[in-house]
């Protein structure tokens, strides 16, 4: 299809009829017609004797790209009624010939394409996006959650910014972002619907204020921006790819903001002492508790040979963000999605909540169906609620951490549901029939993969906030 409108374009800039070309090469004017119209595909010598004819070399006219913005829309209507979209819509096709006006080709080949998008957009259902989502935590579980090329690069990318351990600071971020072609903006008015903007021509990423409270997330949003360029990211094209962009972004700056060269040593002889604790790694390298046990799944089993759990989990007891490589059983839907399942009662994820004290790290021994675990909780309060976040190792590992001396211990059988979740027999008997509760609507854990170029992002917003910010 390209080499006939390659061929068309070359004869209409010679000015030649295709009598007149079919004289020069000895050709039928319908077997060129049909060849410019990619129904034909023409001999090697016709073809080298068509090129002489109009003054090109072979190579000019075997050129994949299509020879002018008209030719380029005609190939795409052609391809597009090719494909099995169409096909499956039972219309009749139009021929891009000639005769089509430009406005007409033009608004026929945007329609293929937003028909193309959006069938695309419909993979992208919460049970798919769950099911995306649930592929990538098995496949992180598979590894201990450990990627020695992102370790590597962070590595690399902080030590040459001038960072010599501790915490990474704001500067030494802004110094990493310089080496790269960036300079880093702080602006009151981001699209709501974007946490950074990158704008690639000027060499510019867009945070929010800096005085917003709890501002050490914005060295972590600086770096996801960054990752995103480092790491060489494309415009996703499905959910489990915008889902796969965002761990490695996310795991990039976890490791920038906490390198492994400093980590390792440093938990090493914490765990040497038996006085490990997410708290001290936390503070030595100022980010949030979430944060540090976060990097803790990174080096724990791969570093220092334990394994272990993560969760968030939410005050009314359903799991925000979840991993396990110690065997502990993740309360799961069919799909084998955690997010959004309601953890057991009896764990230190929720019996946590119920203390006085909350300042420091709550510690309990849980014996489940799967063995007995040591857990570690924090609970905090966010803009979304209260949260817990908890460390857990098994039984055999509790020797190396502080609080391992706790007394608390419960014991979980679900998903028994004679374990926490059914009600007692007596209650049960004197309220069923009696209660009437309205339910709180859940917020969607994965929406669906919304509109626009980029996942949950209004672009048109974007582009608005870029063109007034751009220099
Ligand atoms: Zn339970």
Redesign the pocket.
Known sequence: MTLGRRVRHARATAGLTLDRLGEQVDAAPSLLSLIENGRREPKLSLLRSIAAALGLSLNELLDPEPPSRRAALEIALDRAQRGPLFAGLGLPAVKPSQKLATPVLEQLVGLHDELARRAEEAIATPEEARRANTELRLERQARDNYFPQFEQLAEELVRGAGYAGGALTHRTVAVLAERLGFTILHVNDLPRSARTVTDLRNGRIYLPPASVPGGHGLRSLALQAIAHRVLEHERPRSYAEFLRQRVEITYFAAACLVPQSEAVPFLEERKREKDLAVEDFRDAFGVTHEAAAMRLTNLATVKLGIPLHFLRVGDDGALFRGYENDGLRLPQDPTGAIEGQL?????AAREAFDRRDVATEYYQYTDTPTGTYWCSTQTGSGGTGSFSITVGVPYAHAKWFRGRDTRVRRT?????PA???RPAPELAERWSGAAWPSARMHQQVLAALPRGAFPGVDDAEVYAFLERHAP
């Not at 953890?343 to 764990?347: F, K, L, S, T």
């Open positions: 953890v057991c009662r009896r764990w979980s059988t679900c998903p028994d374990c926490c979740s």
